[in-house]
């Protein structure tokens, strides 16, 4: 057997038999909406960043189709 193909039998038995340490529904809840505030927030700072001059240059500069 070779390293790659007895990583890959540990891998799929890792998915067969979850560690008793395994996030949660309600976790992974939780991990989804904490994401969702960072992209919020990341978004947010790049328009505040932004200027209307900024705006309408990459506006202009965007590419269309297979540029």
Not at 40 to 61: K, V, W
Request: aromatic content about 4%; proline content about 4%; charged content about 30%.
């Amino acid at each position: 057997m070779s390293l790659r193909e007895r990583f890959r039998d540990e891998k799929e038995k890792e998915r067969q038999n979850p560690s008793p340490g395994s996030p949660a529904s309600s976790d992974l809840d939780k991990l989804r909406q904490e994401a969702e505030g960072f992209l919020t927030a990341g978004d947010a700072a790049i328009n505040q960043a932004l200027s209307g001059n900024s705006e309408a240059f990459l506006a202009a500069n965007r590419q269309q189709g297979g540029q």
